[in-house]
């Protein structure tokens, strides 16, 4: 059955009872159903973010199932939240939709984006349908601060470790595998497919008190980029302290492509990269990749990167 | 200068700039620029709802200025938030945009957002844009219930007036004009391209002891119906309560419409509908249009309204 064969208020049923089958969620003190969701603000505020995926420069069909696209669409945002410093609590999800699209894969969305939310500890709290000729997925996350200062991009201080959580490069070598039309290294490929962010690392990270952190959606060098002018300094990265996986060399080698370039050019795998004063004794799930100078702009072994800088929207 | 010459940093720093020419927000503790916004949950928890509107099918570049499509988008959440008796606080905006359009239009787009929100007394906290071949734009609206408990769709009970705040039917009327060619009656299609919730009547009314309430975006009759159903219950509307303005009567005529139509089945206008306990003294801006009584579906004059009942979405 197409979307097209059903009215408005039957498609938001069927999409609210499906996410209903989730569970209860805890943050969510009013869900879908309503003209708005309440949702907990425990101390007082809420952080809120809002990022858009649009079919044929976000996502592909073919390439993704409904389920990865929903769960991709949860993790960016998400995982904006947790770069924060904060616990994601709800989504709200605008999604535009062709009339031929068929239900089931609306469901399935449906699908991944509760899951990936639960993944978060969230839950999605609303949304809305409409129909259009080009299928986009618009999520809202919010989340709770706990009480902390969120960290910004804007706290960065000379001396301070430059780290990063989470996988790099993981998503953009599972792209370049996917469009040179192969369907492995079946972990490159899932790994674009469905990014795994370090959520709780963001809240840990600012405990352990970061000074600046962010999501890295467009690539380390880029966000960085954005830390490095925020903040009013220069970051130095190591080269030598990125690992570079065997599936990058090797796949790398088939592609003719750069392992370097996945790593520091690549976004879409939500790691995140946050400063921290240097005294602090860092979690293993944190590795130290560089470090805050005088200065200003990102540099790799003192060089300035000449590879590819990430995702450009237009 | 279109988007497209311009790179998506380039294009997120203007649009950020001139929402910040409307001067600091309230309630937003971070703006847009950092991975996500921090908006004030003064009382612990946030009311946010999500609505997507779609080139060519809830707007028309011709038909409406881009100032017009950002007010309207605005209005469309900032009213969901107020008919759960809350207050506006913030807006974040996705916005999805095909590459030849003009950077001046984005940038009135974002104006039409920033007074509306300001009219409501939010601002804008953040957002996203993206490339799309299809102009869309997803707002959502965060807002404060200050104490109160939200006033839902599940609350009435039989006995209670129901009364409306705000116009009904004008943004039908001036889409109906607009659709036959015309350009006036002016303060139809005013009505129609700028809509004005009457916000502050949300949580005027909650403090009042609404039991029930809710937007109407897609025409008194169908809304209506869903408070019937939610609330398990039956509602009686009285034709004679309506006033028709005299625009309606001359103009209906002239597109052989009926008046009552636009009144009762169209949308967009963003009024506020709510029920209230029989004893409460109602202030001037309401006005009572009917009952609720045992039973269930919305009734006009007793009869099944057989008139359009508003905006289908697929």
Redesign the interface.
Known sequence: MT??G???DA?VAAITQRLADAGPPAGV??GP??????????????????????E???FRRDWSSASDVGARAAAANLA??A??G?VPT?L?????VP?DCSLEWVLELADGLGEEASTAGAAV??????????L?V?V????S?EGRS?V???GALPGDLVAVAGRLGWAAAGLAVLSRGFRSPRALVEAYRRPAPPYTEGPRASALGATA???VSDGLVRDLGHVAK?SGVGIGLTRAAFHVPQEFVDTARALSADPMHWLLGGGDDHALAACFPPEVDLPMAWSVVGRVEEGEGVLVDGQKWTGPTG????
Chains 1, 2 share one sequence.
């Open positions: 979307v097209g059903l009215g408005e498609l003190l009013l159903g309503d003209d708005a969701a309440v949702v907990a603000a425990p101390d007082g505020r809420v952080v809120a973010t809002t990022d858009v995926l649009v044929g420069r976000h904006d939240v770069a924060m904060a709800a709200l999800v605008g999604l535009a009339a709290a609303g949304g809305d349908v409409v129909r259009s000729e080009v986009s618009s809202t996350a919010l989340g601060l969120p910004t991009r804007g952190m962010v999501d925020s995702w450009q929207a237009f």
